[in-house]
């Protein structure tokens, strides 16, 4: 039977529950111990994927295609387990699995309440990895007292009283906020959000706390005093030189050690420092390079949190700190920004604000032989770039963008020309593709056939591939011998353009094949320059 760790946030959101709680999951897993974990998102939503960049940052693809919260990105990063639907729960998705029950007549008789119709589901899917690992790390999103937060609480607390307070604790995320006038860190705010969590019936039984100064021993000692922790369970957690040093934060407090001993778990192994020194060295890299990122969501960083990680994996992996320029494809003078990079990279996207800086990006990168990397509508403008500039087809677009356009070399299949309901609906998670023989794509991936996820309705249209093979830009990966997946040029050191998300794969010590391609292509341009 698994044991519960349940993370909630308090006083302010952004505070890193998620990397908190995968910090934490990654220290039980060099414990030898098999850990899974659990995003909960209070909001109605069924998922994300209908939600702007703006509101929601990235939206992370499961293998089996849920669009999920960044945060499953961490989970993924940090412990290296893929996640599924099952990692991912809304208060949405909640209550539509009830209400479709109550539908269907399996509650007859009965009135449906959130107490305990909605905590009981939530309690289903909070044990879902219940029979296959050692640990379930749950984490709650919003912070304490939000209305919203409260079934998920609730459930919380029902777990404990259910499973004994042996088998599920709590581990709260807090803020000390340092007061600059007072020249004093505040306890105030943590003691309040404590407070609110009692008033729910939940005691946590670590405070890991955000904090920009360090925490005396005086200080954790009145956080202790007032909250009703342990001194040794008040957690400093400054700000660290990369979320991936967050671990090792922990195990020098012995966080691990404190749960292992309030969970009676057994480790099966020495905790080896291996992962922590890994981080430390690619701290200090011989070498640079300088990839600009050319979207429409530039100024909102957690858009592209996946991207930007797979970039860092990549420049570890080459001893190159990785210096990531973001350029706004609707407002900047691409070229002007584009002269000092070693690489260029166009992330996914929805709409067509921002596209036309996306083709004369493509042109730049094409024309000035810098290394190019495209990614799902980065892949589609490469099309729209190829169709327009080097065939002659001024008006090619995408349908997505001009509905009307004479040559749409970028469409949506007849099975999505039928799609009524946005949500879930594009084409998500894990597909094949077979890479050609002789192909940049299969030198990276050094195999035939690969699986990537995906999330995107419009496709290359393969009325139009023999024509812009003709241009050098040539298919090097199909979907089922019918759609393409990846496109490449012959006449460019590394110009490559996939309709997959390669950054959900990554991992820091297993870049992906396409990002390390572009990092040491970008590295070697930068050496002959
Ligand atoms: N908007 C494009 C589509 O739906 C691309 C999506 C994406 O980049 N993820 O096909």
């Given at each position: 039977?698994?044991?519960?760790?349940?993370?909630?946030?308090?006083?302010?959101?952004?505070?890193?529950?998620?990397?908190?709680?995968?910090?934490?999951?990654?220290?039980?897993?060099?414990?030898?111990?098999?850990?899974?974990?659990?995003?909960?998102?209070?909001?109605?939503?069924?998922?994300?994927?209908?939600?702007s960049?703006?509101?929601?940052?990235?939206?992370?693809?499961?293998?089996d295609?849920a669009?999920?919260d960044?945060?499953?990105?961490?989970?993924?990063?940090?412990?290296?387990?893929?996640m599924?639907?099952?990692?991912?729960?809304?208060?949405?998705?909640?209550?539509?699995?009830?209400?479709?029950?109550?539908?269907r007549?399996?509650?007859?008789g009965?009135?449906?309440?959130?107490?305990p119709?909605?905590?009981?589901?939530?309690?289903?899917?909070?044990?879902?990895?219940?029979?296959?690992?050692?640990?379930?790390?749950?984490e709650?999103?919003?912070t304490?007292g939000?209305?919203?937060?409260l079934?998920?609480l609730?459930?919380?607390?029902?777990?404990?009283?259910?499973?004994?307070?042996?088998?599920?604790?709590?581990?709260?995320?807090?803020?000390?906020?340092?007061?600059?006038?007072?020249?004093?860190?505040?306890?105030?705010?943590?003691?309040?959000?404590?407070?609110?969590l009692?008033e729910?019936?939940?005691?946590?039984?670590m405070?890991?706390?955000?904090?920009?100064?360090?925490?005396?021993?005086?200080?954790?000692?009145?956080?202790?005093?007032?909250?009703?922790?342990?001194?040794q369970?008040?957690i400093?957690?400054?700000?660290?030189?990369?979320?991936?040093?967050?671990?090792?934060?922990?195990?020098?407090?012995?966080?691990?050690?404190q749960?292992?001993?309030?969970?009676g778990?057994?480790?099966?192994?020495?905790?080896?420092?291996k992962?922590?020194?890994?981080?430390?060295?690619?701290?200090?890299?011989?070498?640079?390079?300088?990839i600009?990122?050319?979207?429409?969501?530039?100024?909102?960083?957690?858009?592209?949190?996946?991207?930007?990680?797979?970039?860092r994996?990549?420049?570890?992996?080459?001893?190159?700190?990785?210096e990531?320029?973001?350029?706004?494809?609707?407002?900047?003078?691409?070229?002007?920004?584009l002269k000092?990079?070693?690489?260029?990279l166009?992330?996914?996207?929805?709409?067509?604000?921002?596209?036309?800086?996306?083709?004369?990006t493509?042109?730049?990168?094409?024309?000035h032989?810098?290394?190019?990397l495209?990614?799902c509508?980065?892949?589609?403008?490469?099309?729209?770039?190829?169709?327009?500039?080097?065939?002659?087809?001024?008006d090619a677009?995408s349908?997505?963008?001009?509905?009307?356009?004479k040559d749409?070399?970028?469409?949506?299949t007849?099975?999505?020309?039928?799609?009524?309901?946005?949500?879930?609906t594009?084409?998500?998670?894990n597909?094949t593709?077979?890479?050609e023989?002789g192909s940049?794509?299969?030198?990276l991936?050094?195999?035939?056939?690969?699986?990537?996820?995906?999330?995107?309705?419009?496709?290359?249209?393969?009325?139009?591939?023999?024509?812009?093979?003709?241009?050098?830009?040539?298919?090097?990966?199909?979907?089922?011998g019918?759609?393409?997946?990846?496109?490449?040029?012959?006449?460019?050191?590394?110009?490559?353009?996939?309709?997959?998300h390669?950054e959900?794969?990554?991992?820091?010590?297993r870049?992906?094949?396409l990002?390390?391609?572009?990092?040491?292509?970008?590295?070697k341009?930068?050496?002959n320059?």
């Amino acid at each position: 039977m698994s044991k519960f760790i349940i993370i909630t946030g308090g006083v302010v959101s952004s505070l890193g529950k998620g990397i908190s709680g995968a910090s934490i999951g990654k220290l039980l897993q060099l414990n030898g111990l098999k850990v899974n974990m659990i995003k909960c998102d209070p909001y109605i939503n069924v998922d994300p994927g209908t939600m702007s960049p703006y509101q929601h940052g990235e939206v992370f693809v499961t293998t089996d295609g849920a669009e999920a919260d960044l945060d499953l990105g961490h989970y993924e990063r940090f412990l290296d387990v893929n996640m599924t639907r099952a990692n991912t729960n809304t208060a949405g998705s909640i209550y539509q699995t009830v209400i479709d029950k109550e539908r269907r007549g399996e509650y007859l008789g009965a009135t449906v309440q959130v107490i305990p119709h909605i905590t009981n589901e939530i309690k289903r899917r909070f044990t879902a990895f219940e029979n296959e690992v050692d640990v379930s790390i749950i984490e709650i999103g919003g912070t304490v007292g939000d209305i919203e937060s409260l079934p998920f609480l609730e459930a919380a607390r029902q777990l404990r009283l259910e499973k004994g307070p042996k088998n599920v604790i709590c581990v709260h995320v807090t803020l000390v906020p340092y007061i600059a006038v007072a020249q004093e860190l505040k306890t105030k705010p943590t003691q309040h959000s404590v407070n609110k969590l009692r008033e729910v019936g939940i005691e946590p039984s670590m405070l890991i706390c955000r904090t920009e100064k360090p925490l005396s021993l005086h200080l954790r000692e009145k956080i202790s005093l007032f909250c009703s922790v342990p001194t040794q369970a008040v957690i400093e957690c400054a700000d660290a030189k990369s979320i991936y040093h967050v671990p090792e934060n922990f195990y020098k407090q012995k966080v691990d050690e404190q749960i292992i001993d309030l969970l009676g778990l057994t480790p099966k192994q020495k905790v080896d420092p291996k992962w922590f020194e890994f981080f430390d060295k690619a701290m200090t890299p011989s070498k640079s390079v300088k990839i600009a990122v050319a979207g429409k969501y530039s100024e909102l960083q957690d858009a592209y949190k996946s991207i930007s990680e797979a970039l860092r994996h990549a420049g570890m992996n080459n001893d190159a700190k990785v210096e990531i320029v973001f350029v706004n494809t609707e407002k900047d003078n691409v070229e002007e920004k584009l002269k000092t990079a070693d690489g260029i990279l166009i992330p996914g996207g929805f709409g067509g604000r921002g596209v036309d800086g996306k083709i004369a990006t493509i042109k730049y990168a094409r024309e000035h032989k810098i290394p190019f990397l495209g990614i799902c509508l980065g892949m589609q403008c490469t099309v729209i770039e190829a169709a327009r500039n080097l065939c002659g087809l001024h008006d090619a677009n995408s349908t997505e963008f001009d509905p009307t356009t004479k040559d749409p070399v970028v469409d949506l299949t007849p099975q999505q020309k039928n799609v009524v309901y946005k949500g879930g609906t594009m084409r998500l998670g894990n597909y094949t593709a077979d890479l050609e023989e002789g192909s940049l794509a299969r030198k990276l991936y050094g195999k035939d056939q690969i699986v990537e996820r995906h999330r995107h309705r419009y496709e290359f249209n393969p009325a139009y591939v023999k024509q812009l093979r003709d241009t050098g830009l040539k298919v090097s990966g199909w979907h089922e011998g019918v759609l393409p997946e990846i496109v490449e040029r012959t006449d460019h050191p590394y110009f490559i353009a996939v309709q997959f998300h390669p950054e959900f794969g990554s991992r820091p010590l297993r870049p992906h094949p396409l990002f390390d391609g572009l990092i040491k292509a970008g590295l070697k341009r930068k050496e002959n320059k």
